[in-house]
């Protein structure tokens, strides 16, 4: 069964302090990897969609990287205003979708 | 443009009660998807359709029941409902020729 796990489940930053947010996967075929952003009380908003092993995204301070096993969310510099849960799902070739129970992000000034 | 939509945002329902929530996209996406999440849980597929008229099974449907009459609408169920269903539902809708969801802002359900 597809599967994928999140971690840490909460991470706390000073702001500027750099760090990661992995995410494990296993999947029969991997059509894609998405990273989402939920604010409280909000729906998911979309980031990133990775496709294949080696591929890279960025946007602002969010760098989302892929292999065949994992995928990486690098903040760089993060500032309050990144404190969020940052979600990571997977769609496999039989086209199920699974999501992580997501990284719950503080980012302290 | 909206984007996708839901109704209600918050609801109280009491065990055997039932109700429908609505949700609407205005960016003519074939696919439409009704989420449950959960505290500690990933976000749990109840059912989906990937056109007007058609709809599946997701990982979690019993206890629901959805339709989908027009394409930029996607209704779901809940004929008898249950602590158990107590929830934040989200819909979420994509193109079929696009992998990736976009969803709604929420409906928190209580059933007491």
């Known amino acids: ?109 | 443009n909206a984007g996708v939509t839901q109704t209600p945002k918050f609801r109280v329902l009491k065990t055997g009660q039932s109700m429908t929530l609505l949700c609407a996209q205005d960016m003519n996406h074939e696919y439409m998807y009704w989420y449950r999440q959960d505290p500690g849980m990933g976000l749990r597929l109840i059912h989906y359709s990937v056109g007007e008229g058609t709809t599946a099974k997701g990982e979690v449907p019993d206890g629901y029941n959805v339709s989908r009459l027009k394409k930029q609408n996607f209704l779901l169920g809940l004929e008898s409902a249950a602590p158990s269903q107590t929830s934040v539902y989200f819909c979420a809708s994509r193109l079929l020729s696009r992998e990736t969801q976009y969803f709604g802002p929420g409906t928190r359900l209580l059933v007491l």
């Open chain 1, 1 to 109: 069964e597809d599967q994928v796990t999140q971690s840490p489940e909460a991470l706390r930053l000073q702001e500027g302090e750099s760090s990661s947010l992995n995410c494990s996967y296993t999947v029969s075929g991997l059509r894609g990897l998405f990273w989402y952003r939920q604010d409280p009380g909000k729906g998911p908003e979309f980031l990133f969609t990775l496709y294949s092993a080696g591929e890279e995204k960025e946007k602002e301070r969010l760098k989302a990287t892929l292999t065949k096993k994992e995928s990486f969310l690098h903040i760089t510099a993060p500032k309050p205003e990144d404190s969020a849960t940052y979600l990571c799902a997977v769609r496999s070739l039989n086209n199920d979708m699974r999501f992580g129970a997501g990284t719950r992000l503080t980012v302290k000034p």
